[in-house]
Every structure is written in C-alpha cells, then in structure tokens.
C-alpha cells in the first residue's frame, strides 16, 4: 500500500518561501521518480517538478530558478523548496508517483501567496 502525506502548505506573501513535504510510505519509494503537482481554481493540474531516483530533476518553466526538489531516500520524503513565490503559484500542490497500474497522491497540501 502506498500512501503519500504532504505538509508545509499555508498563506505567504510575494517573495515569500515555503518548504512543502512528502512523506510516502511502501516500498515504491525507492524504485521511482516523485513529482509535484499542482492545481489552482479553475485550472488543470500540472506538473511543477520531478526528480527520479538518481536525483536527476526537471522543472517547469515557470518554477525553474525559484523551485528546487530533492528527496531524501533514506527517510522517503520529497521537498519542494518554494522561493521568490508569486500569486501565480497559488494552488494545492500534490506528491505524486506512478505505481505499475496506476499513479498515487496524496491530498494535497494548500500554498496561497497573497498580500
């Protein structure tokens, strides 16, 4: 059974940070990439960034130089070390990893960047 447990979301202002946690639990962790995603109101999810076990990482353009992930496979976390956040990048942001059959969430975490 995979579960994933995100934290760390909350209000900040504009060029504000947030450090956002996954804990997962099973074994998956440590033969798989992680991903955030995110989802703000009205819009689709989307994927913000990945790292694969290696510790290779891909960004979306819009995070890139302001977002950086890690994991720590020793204590199967995920980070999402969030800096320079804008309004834009209000929304629930998701842990993700794909299974054989299907792709785990957790319940997502909420970040809102307002003034």
């Known amino acids: 059974q995979v579960q994933l447990v995100e934290s760390g979301g909350g209000l900040v202002q504009p060029g504000g940070s947030l450090i956002l946690s996954c804990a997962a639990s099973?074994?998956?962790?440590?033969?798989?990439?992680m991903g955030w995603y995110r989802q703000a109101p009205g819009k689709q999810r989307e994927l913000v960034a990945a790292?694969?076990?290696?510790?290779?990482?891909n960004y979306a353009d819009s995070v890139k130089g302001r977002f950086t992930i890690s994991r720590d496979n020793a204590k199967n976390m995920v980070y999402l070390q969030m800096n320079s956040l804008k309004p834009e990048d209000t929304a629930v942001y998701y842990c993700?990893?794909?299974?054989?059959?299907?792709?785990?969430w957790g319940q997502g975490t909420r970040v809102t960047v307002s003034s």
């Open positions: 993700n990893t794909q299974g054989v059959f299907r792709p785990y």
């Open positions: 790292i694969t076990i290696n510790g290779n990482t």
């Open positions: 099973g074994s998956i962790f440590s033969r798989n990439a």
